[in-house]
C-alpha cells in the first residue's frame, strides 16, 4: 500500500495565505507492515526515524491508539525551499492514520485536520484536493473553492540554500496602513479572476505586483529579480516567489517550457531548474 502526496506552491504572488497550486514532485509512502515499534527509512538527513518522525507524529496526532508500523518515505520535494515539504509530511501522515485505523475521513475532514497542525490552509488544501485552491482559515472553520488552473509552462528554478518559512516570516511586518491594504487586496482580487479566466498576461502581470509578501522577502532570495530581468528576452508571464522561498515558480507558454528552462539552467547554475505540470488529484492511494 502507497501514499502519494504531491508538492505545492503557495501564494502565487498576492494571494497570501491563501493561494495554493499542487505540483508535480512527489512524496510516497509505502506501508510495509506491522512492526514492534515505529519505523520510517528514507534516505535525508537530520529528519527522525521513528515516531519523532513529522509524518508519524501527525498520524499519531489524529489516531494515538494505531498499532506501530514499519514505512518507507521516499520524495522529490525538497525541505525548505517553498515547495510545500512540511506539508507533503503532514497530509502523508493524515493519510497513514486515515488507513491504517480505518477512520473513513472525508476531504473536508483531512482539510480541516491539516490546516490546525499546518496553521493555515495554501500549501495542505492543494496536496489534499489537487488543483489550484483558494482557502481561509476562519474562527469557524476552513472556506475553500477549487479551480481548475489555466494550461501554461510552469519551471521551477529550486535555489542551492534552504530559507525556513518561520525565517522568511520575521521579515514581515507587523502592521501595513489601510490604503497600502486595501491596495495589496484589489491585486490579489484581479489576479483572482485573470486566473479563473485564463487571462495569463494580465495574472502574470499583477502577480508581481503583490505588496503582502515579496517585497520585504525579495533581498531574500536574489534569484527572483535575476528571473525577472530575464522575463522580456525569454516571453515568460511571470516569476514569483513558491511559497516563502527560495524557489522561483515561473509560469511561461507551454510551448516554450523546455526550451526556457534549458536557458534558466544555463543563466542560474547554481539552482536545480525543472519542469513541472499541475497535480490535479491530490492525496491518493496506490
Sequence with gaps: MRIIVPATTANLGPGFDSFGLALSMYLELEIVGKSTQWIIEHNLENLATDENNLII???????????????????????????????SAIVAGIELANQLGRLALTKEEKLRIASKIEGHPDNVAPAILGSFVVASQLEDGIYYTRHDFPKCGMIA???DYQLLTKVSRNVLPDRLTYEYAV????????????????????AGLLMEQDK??????NALVPELNQVRALKKSLNIYTAVLSGAGPTVLVLCPLEDKEKIAIILQEKLNDSLVKTLEVDELGVRML
Design 183 to 202: 491596495e495589496a487586496s484589489s491585486i490579489s482580487n484581479v489576479v483572482l479572476s485573470s486566473l479563473i479566466t485564463g487571462d495569463l498576461k494580465q
Design 57 to 87: 507524529k501527525t498520524a499519531l496526532e489524529v489516531c494515538p491508539e494505531l498499532d506501530p508500523h514499519k514505512v518507507k518515505m521516499t520524495t522529490d520535494i525538497p525541505l525548505a525551499r517553498g515547495l510545500g515539504s512540511s506539508s
Design 157 to 159: 528554478v529550486i535555489p
Design 212 to 217: 503582502w509578501h515579496e517585497p520585504f522577502r
